[in-house]
């Protein structure tokens, strides 16, 4: 736990010298010293040869020591010259950028990672916890303020216009001023926000706060995937599936607090309607916004985060980054042989006349180019890569638009033939159902003839098709089941969605086709609502063209001509 003179002193160049095991100058040597304490003869190939992980080992009580490590500076060397060669990038960044890659590597997945895969989880839990928190108000709002409720769809549009910015400034903030503050920063304006919406006096003022909160929580999915994938050892991108059930936490949260408040202290539906008779909406949305903040506590009281070592190397601040590996290794018990010098003799060391660090002008001329044709224009190097991209984000885009169109007025569609109790009841059922989608799918992607391709193409199939069902009948019941597998492999297809789509793009160009495909995400989530609200009266006609969209994704996801099971990512 952190203590309080932490949170107001730099975390970052608190070194940790006992978790350092030097690097060794001749292979050979490294070699023979790990055969005498094996007993082993170097040269029969019966001694252990991959030990990169420097965790330490105890036996019997003995005290843990260092685990003798074969890397050496010219192995690394090697490395990082083969992989300055396949991308193409040659600076000092980008050489100490993979040095950093491979100390991450080395130091393997720990307490660290998960304790972040948890607060991580943080930011997909407050992201649907408000996307479906506002659905789950509509009706009583629509009553309340004497809105239709079609018009009342407009709430779900001003929350979207707030992820659109608040994706788009938190994702140069990050760049600009750090992850840290972002991580932070995103889920204190969402929390204090969700707080003030739940006291809003004028139909107005509750979209205004929507939208305000949503540029706070649009920013969690963004910063936070790019906090947990910096800090996460290559090979272990199959945990990022893993993260979308957090999502599905959010819609349980969201449905069985809605289910609690708003059957009970909501109007009568077939009376007037007062701010005194309908305090329902807003026990949800003062909850909602108390469970974001406390998520904001956890991270800056309970957690030391340390800064992303790559963005402290591109600000000239190298010993901070040196101190933030040596952290985590530490936080994980284990080792590293990062250092300064390491940095310095492999990646190259900073002229003097060279400025020690990028100006902020600089760094966020940097993100901006991340969407420039110089960026843009390598997704399409190869016939193979272009229409990996174009397809990946046609399916962001529709999945963006169907997604909405369905699950942001679920409970409208629940409610058309339902009491109030069992709308919200039947909601939360649907909600529970979603949780194990994406522990599923995490299962899935690794098997052999099915993996990300087969698993993501089913579960969107069977997600359009349920769509279709649940329209068929006005039964109550049938659309509960209907409703409760589509949630279940809706989760199943959005936890295979974001662990495929950065692993499919080439590392340097990674950034900007994952950001493009969840902007196009968010565009068509802005425009579900309005074409909701003015597309046609049929109140199905919604459902209908999202199970259409869902059922182009899944021809999509057959045509996809990369398979990422198996491969190493680059």
């Not at 991308?87 to 130091?107: E, F, M, P, Q, V």
């Not at 916890?129 to 409720?149: D, K, M, N, R, Y």
């Not at 945990?239 to 202290?265: D, E, H, K, Q, R």
């Amino acid at each position: 736990m952190s203590n309080w003179k932490d949170l107001f002193t730099n975390r970052d160049r608190r070194f940790f010298p006992e978790v350092v095991v030097p690097l060794a100058r001749d292979p050979l040597s490294v070699t023979m010293e790990t055969s005498e304490k094996s007993g082993k003869d170097p040269l029969d190939g019966s001694g252990s040869n991959s030990s990169l992980n420097h965790g330490s080992i105890q036996e019997k009580g003995v005290a843990s020591v260092p685990a003798i490590t074969t890397l050496t500076y010219e192995t690394l060397r090697a490395e990082v010259e083969s992989g300055i060669v396949a991308s193409g990038h040659d600076t000092i960044y980008d050489r100490k950028a993979k040095i950093i890659n491979r100390a991450i590597l080395d130091i393997g997945m720990g307490r660290y990672q998960w304790s972040l895969f948890i607060l991580c989880g943080f930011g997909w839990v407050a992201d649907n916890l408000w996307l479906q928190g506002v659905a789950l108000t509509l009706t009583p709002l629509s009553q309340e303020f004497g809105i239709s409720t079609t018009d009342s769809r407009f709430a779900t549009c001003a929350l979207f216009v707030g992820l659109i910015v608040g994706a788009s400034f938190w994702g140069i903030a990050s760049d600009a001023i750090g992850r840290r503050p972002a991580f932070n920063c995103t889920l204190f304006l969402c929390g204090a926000f969700g707080l003030a919406a739940g006291g809003g006096s004028s139909w107005v003022g509750v979209c205004a706060l929507y939208a305000c909160l949503g540029v706070g929580v649009g920013g969690s999915l963004p910063v936070d995937a790019a906090v947990f994938c910096e800090c996460l050892p290559p090979g272990s991108g199959s945990i990022l599936s893993g993260l979308a059930t957090w999502w599905s936490v959010g819609t349980l949260i969201a449905s069985m607090l809605a289910w609690a408040f708003i059957p009970n202290f909501s109007c009568d539906p077939n009376g007037p309607c007062t701010k005194a008779d309908n305090w329902g909406w807003r026990y949800l949305v003062l909850s909602l916004g108390a469970i974001t903040f406390a998520m904001f506590l956890c991270r800056f009281l309970l957690f030391t985060f340390y800064e992303s070592p790559k963005f402290l190397v591109s600000r000239g601040r190298q010993d901070e980054a040196v101190a933030a590996v040596q952290g985590i290794a530490h936080k994980n018990r284990t080792t590293t042989w990062l250092t300064e010098e390491v940095l310095n003799e492999i990646g190259g060391y900073p002229e003097e006349d060279q400025p020690k660090s990028m100006s902020t002008i600089d760094i966020i001329k940097r993100s901006l180019e991340r969407f420039s044709y110089q960026q843009v224009a390598p997704l399409f190097a190869t016939k193979r890569l272009g229409i990996s991209t174009l397809l990946i984000w046609f399916c962001w885009t529709c999945i963006g638009m169907g997604y909405t169109l369905f699950n942001a007025f679920l409970p409208q569609y629940l409610g058309a033939d339902s009491s109030t109790y069992v709308t919200y009841r039947n909601y939360a059922i649907t909600a529970v159902c979603g949780i194990p989608g994406p522990l599923l799918s995490w299962v899935l992607v690794d098997i052999p003839y099915v993996g990300r391709k087969g698993t993501m193409a089913a579960s969107t199939c069977i997600t359009g098709v349920l769509l279709y069902c649940f329209t068929a009948t006005k039964d109550p019941n049938v659309q509960l089941v209907c409703s409760s597998l589509e949630s279940f492999f809706q989760m199943m297809m959005y936890g295979v969605l974001y662990a495929y789509t950065p692993e499919v793009f080439p590392a340097p160009n990674r950034g900007t086709a994952s950001g493009i495909a969840s902007c196009l995400n968010r565009i068509a989530g802005l425009m579900a609502p309005i074409i909701g609200i003015y597309a046609s009266s049929n109140p199905v006609a919604p459902i209908y063209a999202a199970g259409a969209l869902l059922l182009a994704s899944f021809l999509a996801m057959i045509f996809l001509p990369i398979e990422t099971r198996g491969k190493q990512i680059v």
